[in-house]
């Protein structure tokens, strides 16, 4: 059982990655947000929707 909450649709996304805060939870950060001034570079989750999303593998940080 988790207690973290839903990430939405950065946890589904190709543009996120994925960063654990050592707390046992993880942060995201949005990749495209570097392109996209619409677009936060740590989104407030859970992301519900977002003019962003792409459906995909995320990037996984060390
Ligand atoms: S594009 Fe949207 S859904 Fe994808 S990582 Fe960025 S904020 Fe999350």
């Known amino acids: 059982m988790s207690s973290a909450p839903s990430p939405g649709l950065c946890g589904d996304c190709v543009h996120a990655r994925r960063l654990p805060t050592g707390g046992g939870s993880e942060v995201f950060q949005c990749l495209k947000s570097r392109t996209d001034a619409r677009l936060r570079k740590w989104p407030v989750l859970p ?3 977002c003019p962003g999303y792409e ?4 990037e996984e940080a060390a």
């Open 47 to 49: 992301v519900l929707s």
């Open 55 to 58: 459906p995909g593998e995320g």
